[in-house]
Structure formats: C-alpha cells, structure tokens
C-alpha cells in the first residue's frame, strides 16, 4: 500500500508556482491576486479560506479575504460580484459554498466573470470542461486528477466508481475521468442515492472515489485487492482527545481499507490540500486568460 500524500504533492506544486510568480516579478508583470468571499461563520468553510489566503502568501500571490455576516442579503453579495468581476486588480475570486439558505447559490455562481472564475463553477467553464475546451477545472477533481498523475497512477481503461454527485466534486469528477485525457479515459459509474447493488459494484472497482461525506461509509468489504481509494469526505467528529475536540474523518474507513489498496488517500493531509494547490494553479491560469 502506498500513502498518496496529497500534503507533499500540494507543496511541491506550490514551490513551482512560487518559482514562477518570482520569474514574472522579475520581469515586471502583475502578481497574480486572488479574492475570496466568505459569508457567515461555519468553523469549516473559515478553515477552508484562512488555508487559501495562507497558500497565497506562501506562492507570494496578492490576496483579499471578504467576509459578511449570515445575514448578508443576495443583492448586497451580487453587488460586491459585480466589484470584483470589474476591479482590474483582482484576478480570480471564489465564493466559499455552502452559503446561506436565503441566498441562491446558482445565482451567485452564475454571476461570477467566467474569466474571473477560478472554482471553475460557472456553467461556461463546466461546459468547456465537458468539451476538453480551455477552462478553469473545479478545484476537487482537479486536485484529485493532479495527485493521482503526479503519483504515475495508469487510469486508462479503468474502472471507476464515484460515489457522490455533487456540483462541485462528484459530477465534474465522473465526467473529467472519462474524457480522453490523462488521467482519464475510466469507464465511471457515477453512484447516489438510487444506485442499487452500491457495496457490490464498488467491489468491482479499480478506482474507488468517495465524496458523499459520510464518515467510514466505504468499508473493508467494498474494497477489492489492488483498488485505488481517493477519500474526499472531511466531516467534523467528536474526538474527545484533540484540544479542539473534534476530527476530520473521511468517508473511507482508512484503518480497515488501507492494507488492500495499491494506493489511498489519508484523511486529513490528502485530497484537501490538493483542493488548494489546483485553485492557486487556476489562479496564475487567470493571468494568462486576461494577458496579464
Ligand atoms: N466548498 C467546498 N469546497 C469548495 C470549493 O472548492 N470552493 C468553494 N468556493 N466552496 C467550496
């Protein structure tokens, strides 16, 4: 079993990025700047971003942290997207998710510049996405398609299921490994809540992707001899024994699953930070898309 140390992986792409925004200050051009909106105070979307602005500092990208109360009302969030979409000095921005219930977030994201959007959530980006057009990817899968070429793991003509169909992870993540792309070219099976014969089908897997967050919901019995597990899940649970009281537990049951993998993602220090590396790769992107 090998440990994919999406830890050391994100570190080593952040020390390339730091090599090139040195070379572009060296020859004068912009420093690529990153602004992140946060609303409201939910513990872990307010690690997500401090880790984020911190990234930044290490590239030595420009970045500015936006936060609002809960209450922020959609007109007030949607003026300060059309601020950012026009101020010339930011780059790319995201908008922390989840958000509020009173604040749609399709609206929000659809009001994003597309050329400004470094999540790659904005229907223009998917779509280029989906045609292997020129676009920012969304940062999960692409942190994810990331580690597993920089760690030489042969996708082609694999199977993969993806347990989990969220907008952000799940769906682009099924579609993005089955592109003819490497890594890519996976027969996937994109499961829910209807699939049926779920257990039986991740036992017939060659890349096993959970991103439903539910802690320990991939167990021993599900996994084949040799499989590829990528855990995406990070949910909060009691842990008496850490100061903070709490942990972040993968959706995959690591302790009891490891020793049948080829390869596995430990959680935390796996597919988080690469998460963040791919937004600051989609960041110097940004330069490039607006001939900064
Ligand atoms: N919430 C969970 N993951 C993400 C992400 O990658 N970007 C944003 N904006 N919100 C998230």
Redesign the pocket.
Known sequence: MQLLDGKATSQQIKDELHVSVQSRKESGKKIPHLAAVLVGNDGG?LT?VNAKVKACEQIGFESSLIQYDDNVSEEELLAKIIELNNDDEVDGF?????LPEHIDELKITMAIDPIKDV?G?HPENLGKMMLNLPAFL???PAGILELIKRNNIDTSGKDCVVIGRSN?VGMPLSIMLSRNTNPGNCTVTLMHSRTKDLKQKVREADIIIAAIGRPGFVTEDMVKEGAVVIDVGTTRVVDESKKNGWALKGDVDFENVASKCSYITPVPGGVGPM?IAS?MINTLKSMDLRNK
Do not use: H, K, R
């Open positions: 979307s997500y995201i908008v922390q998710l989840p999540d959530f969304p940062a999960t952000i998460t937004l």
